[in-house]
């Protein structure tokens, strides 16, 4: 251990002292405008948001520490010469990369050489280790998403609030959405001013600067109601200040992040930190009324199930998607209770919803207090979602929704997904998930997803159609113990640019927060009108006006449970094989218009595991039907795979006529034997990474695509 490291107390006491300095305020208005805002030309694109995850940029969590700090003593806005300025600049940045490796424990502590030999032993379940995780960790949130979902977590308590308040909660909400759009404004004609200003006066701290009357006029909103709202976001002098001694201690200023300077003037530094405020902030009023707060704890909870309800109906369907679902015994005694339950073909996700927030004592690393939050915001809920779970497979149980209709859905399930949401922000969740909890899992009912609603709401965006959002659940919960992230975005980015695939022979993967550019991206452009991309480059793009890509589309237009496999095999393929399965494809289809015979292909994608064959004809469905069925049986037989799907392809619209899907144990066949030792070249396929090569066709050769033009004039181009 370095001797001469200082404590971390000792340098968070030197910062504060830094964060009272006269005019410190303008190097704090400069950590924000550099690290909170995107400059971009004509459109928007990933790299403009890719630079606010340089390592220049400070985080979060970080500016709002100086900010907590610097309200601590009397606020001086005395703008200072930009040698004093740059000091603070340099003297912050230094003091807080020190406090980072203060926090970063020492590795000879960590890996235990006693318990080294312990298979069960896990370092990053260490409070100390996770620590720094839950404080530097990326955003599980959009600010746009605290401020749209604010909407309806707080519809219900909308009369509370203007009676108490003098506010409802969509003037509230129109009220910080002026502020914002007003300091984007500054800060658009605050950029070409210091063409015509001296530097010595260069500050942003005006940008951050604000009155009522200003918010009012930008959002039309009586000036009364502006201040109502404004006030209610400053905090009541001097409150909590002095107990935040610490890095990991509740600051005010993130419950109350507006700072009053004088009778007209506010300030307010990062945007952000007041969408979320609205958000959670509140809850805490609500509690201080006893005679409201048990009403305020079912609205709470009503909008986490609800809104997790309509984000899924989304996706799956009003007739797909039920809220609270009660399980019922012979004698009708309630066994279980599912908050939101998704049946689809012969699939189904069981989510349970919780309101939890990580404590203080768990912020600051306490072994515990992180695994008893844990187990109150997600363990809880996927125990139950795991019992209902097992209940569903149980013909011996009835469902019944909240008006006491008994359910009529499919119960022979063949992937079931136990879904744990909570409420709001909770740092680092897919770590601690990854670590903490504790999980059973069977060839039915897979590993669970914890996510938070902001995750959600993403999620049901991005993958609009059941097949695209079933494949990425699968996906994800397959690699549970495969992936290192601080949180969900970042990895449902990958996916969407990579096809979220990890080979065997590597057991982990680490994935940075800057990887979730592209899709913070398309989440901008959606919800914030911004001039971009909607969708980000990948998946759900590449192979859109394909063969391929078309026929994903009908796919996803029929709910049937072999379809579905079907479609959830095909989006498993590596982009080598779909490029192999376009032009195969493409290709047998112009044979077939040439001939009008029956033209095919074989796919084989792991040996002994499942394989794809595809016809290509005009014939009725009466004989291509069993034709395809013995041909897909005798090649899966030949592969000794358990599944193996087979489609029959129109040669001139190139759509999907019929698919089938063969499942079963392989089992030795005399008949199919006697088959494949009659059969030339009965194992020719199209292998992962490997093309089929026929005999080779001469330049001057006439086109075997029966066009009678020469091969060098044809299909060769």
Same mark, same amino acid.
């Given at each position: 251990?370095?001797?001469?490291?200082?404590?971390?107390?000792?340098?968070?006491?030197?910062?504060?002292?830094?964060? %009272?300095?006269?005019?410190?305020?303008?190097?704090?208005?400069?950590?924000?405008?550099?690290?909170?805002?995107?400059?971009?030309?004509?459109? @928007?694109?990933?790299?403009?948001?890719?630079?606010?995850?340089?390592?220049?940029?400070?985080?979060?969590?970080?500016?709002?520490?100086?900010?907590?700090?610097?309200?601590?003593?009397?606020?001086?806005?005395?703008?200072?010469?930009?040698?004093?300025?740059?000091?603070?600049?340099?003297?912050?940045?230094?003091?807080?990369?020190?406090?980072?490796?203060?926090?970063?424990?020492?590795?000879?502590?960590?890996?235990?050489?006693?318990?080294?030999?312990?298979?069960?032993?896990?370092?990053?379940?260490?409070?100390?280790?996770?620590?720094?995780?839950?404080?530097?960790?990326?955003?599980?949130?959009?600010?746009?998403?605290?401020?749209?979902?604010?909407?309806?977590?707080?519809?219900?308590?909308?009369?509370?609030?203007?009676?108490?308040?003098?506010?409802?909660?969509?003037?509230?909400?129109?009220?910080?959405?002026?502020?914002?759009?007003?300091?984007?404004?500054?800060?658009?004609?605050?950029?070409?001013?210091?063409?015509?200003?001296?530097?010595?006066?260069?500050?942003?701290?005006?940008?951050?600067?604000?009155?009522?009357?200003?918010?009012?006029?930008?959002?039309?909103?009586?000036?009364?109601?502006?201040?109502? !709202?404004?006030?209610?976001?400053?905090?009541?002098?001097?409150?909590?200040?002095?107990?935040?001694?610490?890095?990991?201690?509740?600051? #005010?200023?993130?419950?109350?992040?507006?700072?009053?300077?004088?009778?007209?003037?506010?300030?307010?530094?990062?945007?952000?930190?007041?969408?979320?405020?609205?958000?959670?902030? #509140?809850?805490?009023?609500?509690?201080?009324?006893?005679?409201?707060?048990?009403?305020?704890?079912?609205?709470?909870?009503?909008?986490?199930?609800?809104?997790?309800?309509?984000?899924?109906?989304?996706?799956?369907?009003?007739?797909?998607?039920?809220?609270?679902?009660?399980?019922?015994?012979?004698?009708?005694?309630?066994?279980?209770?599912?908050?939101?339950?998704?049946?689809?073909?012969?699939?189904?996700?069981?989510?349970?919803?919780?309101?939890?927030?990580?404590?203080?004592?768990?912020?600051?690393?306490?072994?515990? %207090?992180?695994?008893?939050?844990?187990?109150?915001?997600?363990?809880?809920?996927?125990?139950?979602?795991?019992?209902?779970?097992?209940?569903?497979?149980?013909?011996?149980?009835?469902?019944?929704?909240?008006?006491?209709?008994?359910?009529?859905?499919?119960?022979?399930?063949?992937?079931?997904? #136990?879904?744990?949401?909570?409420?709001?922000?909770? #740092?680092?969740?897919?770590?601690?998930?990854?670590?903490?909890?504790?999980?059973?899992?069977?060839?039915?009912?897979?590993?669970?997803?914890?996510?938070?609603?902001?995750?959600?709401?993403?999620?049901?965006?991005?993958?609009?159609?059941?097949?695209?959002?079933?494949?990425?659940?699968?996906?994800?919960?397959?690699?549970?113990?495969?992936?290192?992230?601080?949180?969900?975005?970042?990895?449902?980015?990958?996916?969407?640019?990579?096809?979220?695939?990890?080979?065997?022979?590597?057991?982990?993967?680490?994935?940075?927060?800057?990887?979730?550019?592209?899709?913070?991206?398309?989440?901008?452009?959606?919800?914030?009108?911004?001039?971009?991309?909607?969708?980000?480059?990948?998946?759900?793009?590449?192979?859109?006006?394909?063969?391929?890509?078309?026929?994903?589309?009908?796919?996803?237009?029929?709910?049937?449970?072999?379809?579905?496999?079907?479609?959830?095999?095909?989006?498993?393929?590596?982009?080598?094989?779909?490029?192999?399965?376009?032009?195969? @494809?493409?290709?047998?289809?112009?044979?077939?218009?040439?001939?009008?015979?029956?033209?095919?292909?074989?796919?084989?994608?792991?040996?002994?595991? !499942?394989?794809?064959?595809?016809?290509?004809?005009?014939?009725?469905? %009466?004989?291509?039907?069993?034709?395809?069925?013995?041909?897909?049986?005798?090649?899966?037989?030949?592969?000794?795979?358990?599944?193996?799907?087979?489609?029959?392809?129109?040669?001139?619209?190139?759509?999907?006529?019929?698919?089938?899907?063969?499942?079963?144990?392989?089992?030795?066949?005399?008949?199919?034997?006697?088959?494949?030792?009659?059969?030339?070249?009965?194992?020719?396929?199209?292998?992962?990474?490997?093309?089929?090569?026929?005999?080779?066709?001469?330049?001057?050769?006439?086109?075997?695509?029966?066009?009678?033009?020469?091969?060098?004039?044809?299909?060769?181009?």
């Amino acid at each position: 251990m370095d001797k001469n490291k200082r404590t971390e107390s000792a340098i968070f006491s030197e910062l504060s002292t830094l964060c %009272s300095c006269p005019g410190y305020l303008h190097a704090i208005a400069f950590f924000c405008f550099r690290g909170n805002t995107i400059s971009y030309d004509d459109v @928007i694109t990933t790299e403009d948001v890719l630079e606010q995850f340089g390592m220049d940029r400070l985080v979060r969590t970080e500016i709002s520490t100086l900010i907590g700090l610097a309200c601590k003593g009397d606020l001086n806005t005395e703008i200072q010469s930009p040698e004093i300025i740059q000091a603070y600049i340099d003297k912050t940045e230094a003091l807080l990369e020190e406090i980072h490796q203060s926090m970063i424990p020492d590795m000879r502590e960590i890996f235990e050489c006693e318990q080294m030999s312990n298979p069960d032993f896990n370092p990053f379940k260490k409070g100390a280790v996770l620590r720094e995780a839950i404080f530097y960790g990326g955003e599980s949130a959009h600010h746009f998403q605290y401020r749209d979902l604010s909407s309806l977590k707080y519809i219900k308590d909308s009369e509370w609030l203007t009676y108490n308040k003098g506010f409802s909660s969509e003037e509230a909400i129109s009220t910080i959405k002026a502020i914002q759009e007003l300091q984007n404004r500054k800060i658009n004609e605050f950029i070409p001013s210091l063409n015509i200003t001296n530097p010595n006066n260069w500050t942003a701290l005006n940008v951050y600067k604000f009155t009522a009357e200003e918010v009012s006029e930008e959002s039309s909103i009586d000036l009364c109601v502006v201040t109502s !709202v404004i006030e209610s976001f400053v905090s009541p002098t001097p409150i909590g200040m002095n107990d935040f001694s610490s890095l990991d201690d509740f600051n #005010p200023k993130n419950a109350y992040p507006i700072i009053k300077l004088n009778d007209s003037d506010y300030l307010l530094f990062q945007n952000y930190s007041l969408a979320e405020a609205l958000y959670e902030t #509140p809850f805490f009023w609500f509690n201080e009324d006893k005679a409201y707060r048990s009403t305020a704890m079912k609205n709470r909870g009503d909008f986490t199930e609800s809104f997790s309800a309509q984000r899924l109906i989304r996706v799956f369907g009003d007739k797909n998607v039920f809220l609270n679902i009660v399980i019922l015994d012979s004698k009708r005694n309630t066994v279980g209770e599912i908050d939101v339950l998704v049946v689809y073909a012969n699939r189904a996700i069981i989510l349970q919803a919780k309101s939890k927030k990580l404590t203080i004592a768990s912020r600051k690393g306490n072994d515990l %207090s992180l695994k008893a939050d844990f187990k109150k915001a997600a363990q809880e809920a996927y125990d139950q979602a795991y019992s209902c779970a097992n209940l569903i497979l149980n013909p011996n149980y009835k469902l019944f929704d909240d008006k006491g209709n008994e359910l009529n859905i499919e119960r022979n399930l063949s992937e079931i997904y #136990p879904f744990c949401v909570v409420s709001d922000h909770y #740092p680092a969740l897919a770590l601690q998930a990854r670590n903490f909890l504790n999980f059973s899992k069977t060839n039915v009912i897979k590993p669970p997803f914890v996510m938070d609603v902001f995750f959600l709401d993403v999620a049901t965006e991005i993958l609009e159609t059941p097949l695209y959002f079933l494949s990425y659940i699968n996906r994800r919960t397959d690699y549970n113990d495969k992936i290192l992230s601080t949180h969900e975005l970042t990895i449902l980015s990958y996916h969407l640019k990579q096809n979220l695939w990890i080979d065997d022979k590597y057991t982990m993967i680490q994935l940075g927060d800057d990887i979730g550019a592209d899709l913070d991206l398309a989440m901008l452009v959606r919800r914030c009108g911004v001039p971009g991309e909607k969708t980000p480059e990948g998946i759900l793009t590449k192979f859109k006006d394909t063969t391929f890509g078309r026929l994903i589309k009908q796919i996803e237009e029929q709910e049937e449970a072999g379809v579905i496999d079907l479609g959830l095999m095909l989006l498993h393929l590596s982009e080598d094989t779909v490029n192999q399965l376009n032009n195969r @494809i493409d290709h047998i289809a112009k044979l077939a218009l040439s001939d009008h015979k029956n033209h095919d292909l074989t796919i084989g994608l792991k040996i002994g595991s !499942v394989g794809l064959t595809v016809h290509c004809n005009s014939d009725p469905i %009466s004989i291509a039907e069993p034709n395809l069925k013995r041909h897909a049986g005798i090649r899966k037989y030949s592969q000794k795979a358990k599944e193996w799907f087979a489609i029959c392809i129109d040669p001139e619209t190139k759509r999907l006529k019929f698919s089938q899907k063969l499942s079963c144990e392989w089992e030795q066949s005399d008949e199919f034997d006697k088959i494949l030792a009659n059969t030339p070249n009965p194992q020719r396929k199209i292998n992962i990474g490997t093309v089929v090569k026929g005999r080779k066709i001469g330049r001057n050769e006439k086109c075997p695509c029966g066009s009678g033009v020469k091969y060098k004039n044809c299909c060769l181009k």
